[in-house]
């Protein structure tokens, strides 16, 4: 990418951490445009919550550098941690302080102005104005979250990360969590979103993808799609799994993963995939050329990067 | 000004927690005193009434002055009365009695004819500080109560008069009083379990609960943080040395000879002392229950070299090198000096540079720590 450093609200290259022996995030490289809302996949364990602390200052990479708003995130966290938001993936904010009180301690930590004024108009907005003396343990998943949310953004920052915010929300709660991201990112914010939801991907702008510590694809969902070069065939069987099984074991097929009654095989070879899908027994079934999905393209990028997701 | 506000910031949450943590809170103020009323009143260091067991082959109007000497010196208590060697043998191995008095036969008799008649102390020295208090009274036991009745056709029984006056001053404590000596030293013991262990287990909590990161995310240097996370137990730390310092004066009556100022100096320095490290215990360990183990690990030398409960001086050097690093060694010296003795300032330097140099060194290494928490 040719962008100027200003224009990025993330740049980072060769960023890697190792705790004892451990590589836990090895060489990866980020470019992330300001005003952008990206989203970072990968596995549990896939070094996405590493990178992101690399990135906000709470870890001093191994190796590597970058920018992060302009700042070198080596020598400057102090004041990357004043433009930046970080929304841990497990609530982190105070279960036995009331909602106001969590509240009331992150303006203070950030020194801001009007603070009484700040913090009621932040409880107005949430919603949470009636409830504002109940402990902040009290809430549901989802309101914490929000809470949570409304706590990291309550300085402006200028980017915003936030580690998997929505694990283990009901489907409501993360429709409207999303709603709230998207508006942040109207008014100018930056935002990195971690996340397992496929569908939440597709929300991004761009993607990245992390595997086993190391950066596999970026870009938009369009274009990673494309970059794949995979190509997947649809077909509706009732007794899909016996078929995967055996598709599975031919050659030019990456893989075959059911989805209800419906199979998708997959291949980067359209040549050999035409040959085997063709042959019997597979050509009594009705193959239809299907767009990739996400996951199609993630299993795929997985298995070319020899990794195996039933490993994780 | 913006470094001021952030450790009011975090010492306000921390009040507000502690306030709302009610079994912390009760132990914070719950511990010295039942501590104190446990210890103060149940440790003596001077034993008496020791239950005794009399084996006497005679009854004499010498051997009745003598056990009656004996009772009175308040530290033998006659609990039983043996007809055989073998029974009061038993009864010493099983701890029944402490001591075994035996008289034989022919005991007046030898005495008056001045053949040096011999009395059996048996006593269990298994617990030598049990014992020995008792032990050493027993020939001023035996002169005392032999005197009133060697008068007349007797009077060649009684003792001689030493050569040499000797003349001993008990200062400080002369009435032996166990309490003086432990209810000050209980002040240092009870701010060292609740300063360590409750700063390390709170800060531990903070980790183990994801809380500390997100203090880490936001812009606060690590000293503000600690600053503000020492601050309230500094308080805490202050109000226990009230509730024990009242105690002393109207339950034990221990004497305050020294300068009150001095003693609250001394207080701030200890109590900042264990808080640097109970902080840098809470680096360290990874769970509030390893924060507890270290907490012990590090309690029970203090009580057992510092000199709380044994003395200093008794331990051989290599001990006394490890007492030494203690912080709760100089504050026992200098909180018994200042109660006791009415030390000033100019001779307690040692002992204050020696607890500055702690929470410099613990200080600094809790910093470092605390710096590299997350990695």
Known sequence: MCMSSSELAISVRGLTKRFGKTEVVSQVSIDMPKGQ???????????????????????????????????????????????????????????????????????????????????????????????????AGALSGGWKQRLALAAVTMHKPKLLLLDEPTAGVDPQARREFWREIHTLANHGMTVLVSTHYMDEAERCD????????????QGSVAQVTKGSQLVTYRADEPNVRAISEALNQEDG???????????????????????????????????????PSLEDVFISLMTRSGLDLRQH | MQYLIRTWAILVKELIQMRRDRMTFAMMIGIPIIQLVLFGYAINTDPKSLPTAIYAEENTEFTRAM??????????????QVQSYQQAEAMLSRGEVSFVIYIPKGFT??????????????????????????????????????????????????????????????????????????????????LTMTGVMITSMAMTRESEKGNLENILAMPAKPFEVMLGKILPYVL????????ILLAAKYLFAVPFQGSFNLLVLAVLVFIIANLCLGFTFSTIAKTQMQAMQMTFFFFLPSILLSGFMFPFRGMPVWAQYIGEVLPLTHFLRIVRGIMLKGAPFAQLT???????????????????RYRRTLD
Not at chain 1, 260 to 288: D, E, K, M, R
Not at chain 2, 121 to 138: F, G, K, L, Q, Y
Not at chain 2, 157 to 182: C, G, S, W
Request: hydrophobic share 40%.
């Open chain 2, 236 to 243: 805490v730390g202050l109000v226990q040395t009230v509730v």
């Open chain 2, 67 to 80: 056990l009656k000497g004996f009772e009175n010196s308040g530290y033998y208590q006659f609990t039983q």
């Open chain 1, 253 to 291: 097929v990456e893989f075959a993963a059911f989805f209800g009654s419906a199979i998708h095989v997959s291949g980067t070879n359209q040549a050999l995939l035409n040959q085997v899908l063709q042959s019997p027994p597979y050509n009594q079934l009705t193959w239809h050329q299907v767009k």
């Open chain 1, 37 to 135: 809302v990206w989203g970072f996949l990968g596995p549990n364990g896939s070094g996405k919550t590493t990178t992101i602390r690399m990135i906000c200052g709470l870890l001093k990479p191994s190796e590597g550098q970058g920018e992060c708003l302009g700042l070198d995130i080596l020598r400057d966290s102090e004041k990357i941690k004043l433009q930046t938001g970080y929304m841990t993936q497990k609530f982190s904010f105070w279960e036995d302080l009331t909602i106001k009180e969590n509240l009331d301690f992150v303006a203070r930590m950030y020194h801001l102005a009007n603070r009484s004024e700040l913090v009621d108009n932040t409880l107005k907005n949430l919603g949470l104005f009636h409830r504002k003396n109940q402990l």
């Open chain 1, 206 to 217: 761009s993607i990245v993808y992390l595997a086993n510590g190391k950066l596999i694809t």
């Open chain 2, 109 to 190: 008799r030898q005495l008056v004819k001045q053949q040096m008649p011999q009395v059996l102390i048996e006593a269990d020295a298994s617990d030598p500080s049990a014992s020995s208090n008792a032990i050493s009274r027993v020939k001023d036991i035996i002169a005392q109560s032999i005197a009133p009745l060697s008068v007349g056709a007797l009077s060649y029984l009684k003792q001689k008069p030493q050569a040499i006056d000797v003349v001993i001053h008990n200062k400080y404590n002369p009435e032996n009083i166990t309490q003086f000596n432990i209810v000050p030293g209980l002040l240092g013991v009870i």
């Open chain 2, 350 to 368: 040692h002992e204050f540079f020696a607890m500055l140099l702690f929470i410099l060194v613990v200080g600094c290494l809790a910093i470092l």
